[in-house]
């Protein structure tokens, strides 16, 4: 009695065996396969959703160098249409005919063309030459200048060198010799010989500092004022 018990106990051994088999068979069979040809599970794992870092810190990618602060929003970002070169190891980038922007709170955006452009890390500037043309979305404002430095820290904006701006809202036209754009502080300080029109008013000094928020100008050394007709 006892070993009939004993064979009908390994008939059921194999035969649980053998339905396990063929349901890893069966299963292995259906599942999609890897590159490993290893079969893929269902379950979604790293990598499934291949979303670029938008950490802190800067990131290039192929023409275009994105600076971004610790929630992942953009501070400034450079493109280039010509050449461009990122050295990581000096902290070091060049590029040619580019189009850069610094992106400000309350639409203040700054944003430069340049044939010439090099920025380094450790100093916080950019540089920008070969003949600049700056334009701002607040206030609605225009400037030209050979050349001109952007301190990202500051965020100062000082150009040299046959300066001539348009203040859009103001119907205001200027020409310098140096321009300094405190976007923090909304003012700027044109210095050099300074040639403001307005409609049928002209106005020459040294030195002219213009207050955007509180709509004052302040004129500073051999101020000449005159109606034109």
């Known amino acids: ?13 194999v035969f649980c065996a053998v339905a396990l088999v063929s349901f890893l068979i069966w299963r292995f069979s259906i599942a999609p396969a890897g590159d490993d040809g290893l079969p893929v599970s269902p379950v979604g794992g790293p990598g499934e959703d291949d979303r670029a870092d938008a950490g802190k810190g800067v990131r290039v990618s192929g023409g275009e160098l994105i600076e971004r ?3 992942g929003n ?23 005919d580019v189009a850069f922007a610094a992106v400000l709170k309350d639409d203040r955006d700054l944003e430069i063309s340049a044939p ?22 607040k206030p609605v ?41 405190d976007l923090a502080n909304e003012a700027f300080v044109a210095g050099g010989g300074v040639v403001v029109r307005h409609g049928q008013f002209e106005a020459r000094a040294d030195e002219v500092t213009v207050d955007l928020k509180k709509r004052q100008t302040h004129w500073r050394g051999n101020v000449r004022m005159a109606w034109r007709r």
Request: no cysteine; hydrophobic share 40%.
């Open 69 to 71: 602060d610790a929630e």
């Open 141 to 181: 404002a225009e400037f030209r200048a050979d050349s001109a430095t952007y301190d990202f820290q500051k965020q100062l904006l000082s150009a040299t060198k046959g300066v001539k701006g348009t203040l859009k809202e103001r119907s205001m036209q200027f020409d310098a010799a140096s321009f300094d754009y």
């Open 116 to 137: 010439g452009f090099e920025v380094h890390y450790a100093d916080k500037q950019a540089t920008f030459t070969g003949g600049i043309t700056v334009t701002s979305r």
């Open 74 to 96: 953009i501070i400034w970002q450079v493109k280039a249409d010509g050449e461009f070169t990122y050295d990581e190891k000096a902290g070091l980038a060049r590029g040619r």
């Open 1 to 13: 009695m006892r070993g009939k018990a004993g064979i009908w106990l390994l008939y059921a051994a």
